[in-house]
């Protein structure tokens, strides 16, 4: 994920941070002019890149360092910081009216209205207490453990054991510790931030807070949602077709007393807390012959002697290989990069640029695994953005819509394929798996990339229905069950009811960051890594591509790059992809093998749940 500053559109940097309304603008009552509409937008980004630096540095301290103390600081500056970004809302709102005005001056104002992810209303104390609220959900995640043999084990080590255990008793006790134990305490306390932030988004026009976050994707909000619907439906048959042949051979592994032949599937079994991506049990769904790649990425890295400190150097390898200049200095001394022994930390990963200049930095608690290694491409992708935009206007120092920033480093990551791995000296070419093994190697990417779909658009759907009232605060757990079992087919390992949590044992909801962007972003990979392929002359299977060391490719993605937030979404996208709509086909095409190989496996096997 990326951390900012007051960020201008739906992703703002005070993830944890609300806002309060002010008071009606101390400007003139009368009609506003187009001048005073271009001084006010002048003077807020002045404002807010003054303000960034010292409140990026306080919110650094308090990710890296988490205590009473900067759980407070971080809290003081959430609470400044948002309240600027709510009044420049609220002004933006009334210079809107302005006579006059340019079209980019429209879409300004309309960055700014819709930049706020908590806003709260004009109650005197709104502001503090919602930040208050959300500093210390966001520090219960961050201290938050679950057990396993009875035994506590934190966040970062209880990720990586289910995703290596096949225990199914252990599974279920490290699942049900770590909802029961981080989730269910945050209930309360996000009922009050739904109540508080949702009289916000009235007091700024908006019908309820996700109608506003909803608002930030230059088009209405509507149809925006209808978009998310389109998008989905475009891809979901293939996830119904994953979902079914993954049911069958966990069936086949544990037997029907744990895992049914029919109905969800038991979410803890799936290698992952929150069963979003379900790579690290490739191992049980792995076919003879065709799902044998012959090596694992994580081995690989171990039986090269890779540390931390490679393989993040690898990750900038690639970019400094289609021509991005290295990360400074001050990256490899700033960064946090393992988990600290000492204190407490927030491990989930992260990728800074403190003074909106060139302080890159990511956070990280980087173990040698094949998923650190695509994470620390990943967030590198966010550090390569954040530093080709730095130049514009405050307003612009942005993704062109928060889906392309996470798509930026994860189609990055597609690239990390056989040749790849060839490439830079971790696979030996005798090796690369043969034309035969391209089932194995697209159900192994399949395993996170197509089982991701539905969570990624769950997780809104949930609050969407939430903020609106659709989902009320007595149904919170009934409705996440809902949605996990309707969307993803999944079912918790246990029975839930409404004393339970389960939304706030996934990070995003605690630290309320939008999370439709990540959705966006799984399709949006795929659009941008055809485009590389087809400009980097790629002959064979789109997914043995790699792109590695074409700085023609480069080139053209650094132009799209440099436009940050100053164009609407699909001018960006024109630029690197020749298109201006996103689209599941290019995910769907990559695909297309796996997909024919699923369908002959399933013949004869129930489908749904």
């Known amino acids: 994920m990326i951390r900012t500053g007051i960020s201008m559109l739906a992703l703002a940097a005070f993830l944890a941070a609300p806002a309060v309304s002010q008071t009606a603008p101390t400007t003139t009552q009368s009609t506003p002019t187009a001048a005073e509409a271009q001084a006010f937008l002048d003077r807020a980004q002045k404002e807010v890149t003054e303000f960034n630096l010292i409140s990026q540095r306080v919110q650094w301290v308090n990710a890296t360092f988490i205590t009473d103390d900067t759980d407070a600081l971080a809290a003081e500056y959430g609470a400044r910081g948002t309240e600027m970004s709510v009044r420049y809302a609220t002004e933006a709102a009334r210079f809107q009216k302005a006579p006059g005005l340019s079209a980019e001056q429209r879409r300004q104002l309309d960055m700014l209205r819709t930049a706020i992810t908590l806003p709260a209303p004009t109650t005197p104390g709104a502001a503090n207490t919602l930040a208050e609220l959300s500093t210390r959900l966001g520090s219960m995640y961050g201290k938050g453990k679950g057990t396993l043999n009875g035994k506590p084990i934190s966040g970062s080590d209880i990720e990586a054991a289910m995703g290596e255990s096949r225990d199914p008793a252990a599974l279920k006790e490290m699942w049900v510790s770590w909802h029961d134990q981080v989730g269910a305490p945050m209930r309360g306390d996000y009922a009050k931030i739904v109540g508080i932030a949702n009289q916000g988004a009235t007091d700024l026009g908006f019908a309820d807070t996700g109608t506003m976050w909803r608002s930030a994707y230059d088009m209405p909000p509507e149809e925006f ?99 991005f200049a290295p990360l400074p200095e001050t990256f490899w001394t700033r960064s946090q990069f ?131 009232g659709s989902i009320p605060a007595g149904s919170y757990q009934a409705g996440w069950d809902k949605l996990r079992r309707d969307y993803q087919g999944v079912a918790a390992p246990v029975a839930r009811d409404e004393t339970r949590f389960d939304p706030g044992a996934k990070y995003h909801i605690p630290g309320n960051v939008p999370y439709t962007r990540y959705f966006l972003a799984r399709l949006l990979q795929f659009q941008f890594f055809k485009a590389a392929c087809d400009q980097a002359g790629w002959k064979g299977p789109l997914h043995r591509c790699s792109f590695y060391g074409n700085k023609e490719v480069g080139a053209r993605l650094n132009k799209m790059l440099e436009m940050g937030a100053s164009k609407p979404w699909p001018d960006a996208l024109q630029v690197f992809t020749g298109t201006r709509e996103i689209s599941g086909k290019p995910m769907m095409e990559y695909f297309a093998p796996l997909r024919k190989w699923l369908d002959q496996q399933n013949k004869g096997q129930p489908q749904g749940w």
């Open 225 to 323: 949602a209808k978009l998310t619907d389109k998008l989905w439906a475009d891809v979901k048959p293939l996830y119904v077709a994953l979902h079914t042949y993954v049911r069958r051979k966990l069936n086949e592994k544990y037997g029907d007393a744990v895992q049914a032949k029919t109905g969800p599937i038991r979410a803890d079994l799936l290698g992952n807390m929150w069963a979003q991506e379900w790579g690290n049990i490739y191992d049980v769904v792995a076919p003879p012959g065709a799902g044998d790649l012959g090596f694992d990425t994580g081995e690989l890295l171990k039986a090269k002697g890779y540390d931390w400190k490679k393989m993040v150097q690898t990750g900038e390898g690639f970019y400094s290989s289609l021509g």
């Open 338 to 468: 393992l988990k600290p022994q000492d204190r407490e930390v927030l491990c989930h990963a992260s990728a800074w640029n403190v003074d909106e200049k060139d302080d890159l930095r990511i956070k990280m608690c980087i173990k040698v695994n094949s998923d650190d290694f695509v994470t620390i491409h990943h967030e590198l992708g966010h550090n390569y953005y954040q530093r080709a935009y730095k130049d514009l206007p405050q307003l612009y120092r942005n993704g062109a819509n928060d889906g392309f920033h996470e798509a930026i480093g994860d189609f990055v990551a597609l690239s990390i394929t056989p040749e790849y791995l060839v490439q830079i000296g971790l696979l030996d070419r005798a090796q690369v798996p043969s034309a035969d093994k391209d089932i194995g190697l697209l159900l192994r990417q399949a395993m996170d990339k197509v089982a991701f779909l539905p969570f990624g658009l769950l997780i809104d759907k949930w609050r969407w229905a939430v903020f609106d």
